[in-house]
């Protein structure tokens, strides 16, 4: 049919959709067999407080692809939400990070670091998600009171008495959350008052023009007044200039994460960079 509208042409897909299919594809393939053949790693970014000192850090999953190199998580994640491969991934993650943890508690000078591990709502809702968490503390004896679990809006739409008495089985055993990319879901003001957050982080995006952009300054205002008035930390994400941390500080944010105090690094370069 295709064929007979369009006379010799092949209609269905143009070469660049045939591409990205084709290449997403591909990606697919290679990411089942991307934790097998050792392909992950995490990255660590710092997060400072208004005095300088690192209180805590992010842990970033990174894809190093034998042929294209570092691959984004903002591409693969989706992906891997998509067919499910974010639930081997995400514990392959969480595992390695209480493994760090363990590491730092084990030294004075790192041991009162937080290490916040990103948690994606697939992962989070499978049934078993307080065992997967309470076997990985057990197996890696990695501290809970140190461990922050970031989780998003979109987990808060679900179930949210489930998701609720979830977060409320691993705050007992001390673990912290914090609720990530803060402004960008379809978030309702009630999920704050009813689940057991700790801390918010103000997404990058209404960071990135805080100075010359007054609807982002107004809502970055109202956000940290709103989460300290709420007794949670915040974070603000995406800080690269002195500038804007200037402004956090003056507006009553004292915690941040960016390139201004350093990439997401290997573990090696955490300390060094900064
Ligand atoms: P996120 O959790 O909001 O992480 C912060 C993102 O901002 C990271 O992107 C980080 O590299 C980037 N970033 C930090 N400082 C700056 C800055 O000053 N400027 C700019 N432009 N960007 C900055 P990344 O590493 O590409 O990760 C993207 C997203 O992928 C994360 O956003 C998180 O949602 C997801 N992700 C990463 N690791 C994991 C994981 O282990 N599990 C799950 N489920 N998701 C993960
Ligand atoms: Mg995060
Ligand atoms: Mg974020
Ligand atoms: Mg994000």
């Not at 850090?57 to 691959?71: C, F, I, N, S």
């Not at 968490?133 to 989780?151: C, K």
């Not at 379809?186 to 957050?197: A, D, I, V």
Request: net charge negative.
């Amino acid at each position: 049919q295709a064929k007979a509208a369009g006379g010799n042409k092949l209609r269905f897909f143009n070469s660049d959709m045939q591409t990205s299919v084709l290449e997403r594809a591909s990606l697919e393939g290679d990411l089942h067999q991307a934790l097998a053949r050792n392909e992950l790693a995490l990255h660590y970014q710092l997060q400072v407080d208004h005095h300088g000192a690192t209180v805590g850090v992010e842990a970033l999953l990174r894809w190093y692809h034998p042929q294209r190199g570092w691959v984004s998580p903002a591409t693969f994640i989706p992906l891997a939400e998509e067919n499910g491969l974010i639930v081997p991934i995400g514990h392959w993650a969480l595992k390695s990070a209480c493994e760090q943890l363990a590491k730092w508690a084990a030294q004075p000078a790192y041991s009162s670091l937080s290490l916040s591990v990103n948690v994606s709502s697939v992962q989070f809702q499978q049934p078993d998600f307080v065992r997967e968490v309470e076997g990985l503390l057990a197996e890696t004896q990695a501290p809970a009171s140190r461990l922050v679990l970031e989780v998003t809006e979109s987990l808060l739409m679900r179930e949210p008495t489930r998701v609720r008495n979830t977060m409320l089985r691993l705050r007992a055993r001390g673990i912290r959350f914090a609720l990530d990319d803060f402004g960008t879901g379809y978030s309702s003001l009630s999920y704050l008052k009813r689940l057991p957050l700790d801390e918010l982080k103000i997404d990058q995006s209404f960071i990135r023009e805080l100075l010359t952009d007054k609807t982002d300054a107004a809502i970055v205002d109202t956000t940290i007044l709103l989460a300290v008035s709420l007794g949670l930390t915040v974070v603000a994400e995406g800080v690269e200039k002195k500038e804007q941390l200037d402004w956090l500080r003056g507006h009553g944010c004292y915690r941040y994460q960016g390139y201004l105090f350093g990439r997401p690094t290997p573990i090696e370069y955490l300390f060094e960079t900064y």
